[in-house]
């Protein structure tokens, strides 16, 4: 039987490691070739040897995402090198921790560059490629924090509340289209960014990368009229209904 994603172009942001390398294995495991992109050459070329050993195929394409000029880039290679995209996972994303009055305007700035500005862009600078997919798909990766606030993460949290707001604009914006847009918002995963801001969280009572990555793979591959908007997902552990 063919693989749900054989010939479908994806972009994933944050491949380097975290739930961006394990995204990029999900869709990989039906085909997809992915466009890995991050700063970390060589973590990169670890995500696409595991692309490739599951049967995907993997293509690198380094972008600094504070960088417009490096996001347009990107699209622009993506488009020279395979005239389509049918997925954009913006995934990549920075936390920055600190009480509000101790919060430079560089951390604030830094967050909201990568969490909503680029994400952004490059929904842009993607969306003349993806009109062109028979069925398109834009995966936000927000968080928790995108729809409630912790103390001491007021940059991080104002962030992913952008990039929700942005996303809800768009949805509107695409209702009909071939292009559907959903906003994932998890909790703590077991990642490099988890230990940063939530070192008290026992490793046990984290979730995996890729409980996160299988939730996208359905997203990508469910073509009913059925359509998640947003997810909210969260630890066992932690507290139902927030
Ligand atoms: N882990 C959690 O508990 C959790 C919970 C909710 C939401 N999230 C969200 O999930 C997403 C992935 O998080 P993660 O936990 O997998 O984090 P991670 O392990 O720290 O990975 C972050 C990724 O973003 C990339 N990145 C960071 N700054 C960049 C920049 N300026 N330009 C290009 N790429 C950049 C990093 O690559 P390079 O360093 O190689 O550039 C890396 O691949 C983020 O948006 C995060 O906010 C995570």
């Not at 990549?92 to 500005?117: F, M, P, Q, Y």
Request: charged share 25%; proline share 3%; aromatic share 4%.
């Amino acid at each position: 039987m063919e693989k749900r994603l054989t010939g479908k172009v994806a972009i994933v942001t944050g491949a380097s490691r975290g739930i961006g390398r394990a995204i990029s294995v999900a869709l990989a495991k039906e085909a997809a070739t992915i466009v890995l992109t991050a700063r970390a050459i060589d973590k990169l070329k670890e995500t696409a040897e595991q692309v490739t050993a599951v049967g995907g195929k993997a293509h690198i394409i380094p972008a600094e995402l504070t960088d417009e000029q490096s996001i347009k880039d990107l699209v622009r290679a993506t488009g020279e090198r395979f005239s389509r995209l049918d997925i954009l996972v913006n995934n990549a994303g920075i936390t920055h921790s600190s009480k509000l009055e101790e919060t430079a305007t560089e951390d604030w700035d830094r967050c909201h560059n990568v969490n909503a500005r680029a994400p952004f862009i490059l929904c842009r600078e993607a969306l003349p490629l993806l009109k062109k997919s028979e069925a398109a798909y834009i995966i936000n990766i927000a968080s928790v924090v995108g729809v409630k606030g912790y103390p001491s993460q007021s940059a991080y949290t104002a962030s992913k509340h952008a990039l929700r707001g942005m996303t809800i604009s768009l949805s509107e914006e695409l209702k009909g289209s071939n292009i559907r847009v959903h906003l994932l918002c998890p909790g703590g995963v077991d990642t490099d960014l988890v230990q940063k801001v939530r070192p008290d969280i026992k490793k046990q009572d984290l979730m995996q990368p890729e409980e996160i990555a299988e939730l996208v793979l359905y997203l990508v591959t469910h073509k009913g009229n059925a359509v998640i908007d947003e997810l909210h997902i969260r630890r066992a552990a932690s507290t139902p209904w927030f």
